[in-house]
């Protein structure tokens, strides 16, 4: 295991605003990480941090680090196949691919970890497609013992999970993946890839979706009036983005998200933010 002290998070979100952890766990196995659970009374679990705004004055005490806790990809036949939470979506994409399985290539332009597109339950579009249509059952660490969950178990819904409100932690996944020749499934990808070079905004650091629920419409017009706070701005481009221009802070990242809501109240449109935000 390795262990950092005032570890500076803006490094680890894909937004890159973010206050210290005084104590940063990378655990390297599960028992490791069962360990630390065990021993630590007050933590927060950091996957790829693409879907993440933290506090940048806050200090975190423990934070733990999954990127090295469960890198595995086993064939288990047919299909099916078991994934560890630290493997990148990418990989197991091309795994799947190569073995003749596909069905979740548009989920490649997605900068995360398996255990944070499980817990987000991460999806393209208007649920098109969908990573929990794939899962068959998921493991857990639960009060310091590991745990399967049926996908049943899991209430998987539009960009969420049972893991928003309790205390498990992903470990992995069995999927099962249907047939699919390597010519459609790298159609697929690069369909995709090329319609984020036309479509989405990377001229600033994102997370991606801002909101899981909105009025586009909405959102497309604040962004054209030119709705910002310091270095942060609702992107132009890519409707429903936030963008961190360089030297952003949390607290204009919050001051942008606050009219956005308060747009949406006001006009009685829903707005249901998508972000996780850390701000203690």
């Given at each position: ?6 570890e500076d ?8 605003i973010g ?16 360990q ?13 941090g ?22 595995d990809?086993?064939n ?12 990148r979506?990418q990989?197991?994409?091309s795994?799947?691919n ?14 995360a ?6 817990y ?10 969908v990573l ?15 745990m ?10 539009h ?10 932690i ?14 459609i499934?790298?159609?697929r ?10 479509k ?8 991606g ?7 586009y ?7 054209r009036l ?7 701005s ?6 429903n ?10 607290k ?12 949406h ?16």
């Amino acid at each position: 295991m390795k262990i950092k002290s005032n570890e500076d998070l803006s490094r680890h979100t894909t937004v890159k605003i973010g206050g210290i952890a005084d104590n940063y766990y990378i655990p390297e196995s599960v028992d490791e990480l069962i360990q630390l659970t065990c021993e630590l009374c007050d933590y927060k679990i950091l996957s790829a941090g693409s879907n993440l705004l933290i506090n940048d004055k806050i200090h975190i005490k423990n934070v733990i680090y999954m990127g090295e806790v469960c890198k595995d990809i086993r064939n288990m036949g047919n299909g099916r196949y078991y994934c560890g939470a630290s493997v990148r979506i990418q990989k197991l994409i091309s795994v799947i691919n190569k073995d003749g399985y596909g069905g979740i290539e548009e989920l490649v332009s997605v900068p995360a970890m398996i255990g944070g597109m499980i817990y987000m339950n991460a999806s393209i579009g208007n649920d098109v497609v969908v990573l929990s249509d794939h899962i068959v059952r998921v493991d857990v660490i639960c009060q310091g013992k590991r745990m399967s969950l049926s996908k049943e178990e899991c209430g998987f819904e539009h960009r969420a999970s049972r893991f928003h409100s309790d205390d498990s932690i992903i470990i992995g996944a069995e999927f099962q993946f249907p047939e699919q020749s390597f010519e459609i499934s790298e159609k697929r990808r690069k369909t995709r890839l090329e319609a984020c070079k036309q479509k989405l905004d990377f001229s600033g650091y994102n997370f991606g979706s801002l909101f899981k629920q909105c009025d586009y419409m909405l959102m497309s017009r604040l962004a054209r009036l030119g709705v910002k706070s310091g270095r942060v701005s609702l992107s132009h481009k890519t409707t429903n983005w936030l963008l961190n221009n360089g030297g952003g802070t949390y607290k204009q990242a919050m001051s942008v998200i606050k009219i956005c809501m308060l747009s949406h109240k006001l006009l009685r449109k829903k707005a249901e933010l998508e972000v996780c935000v850390w701000d203690k």
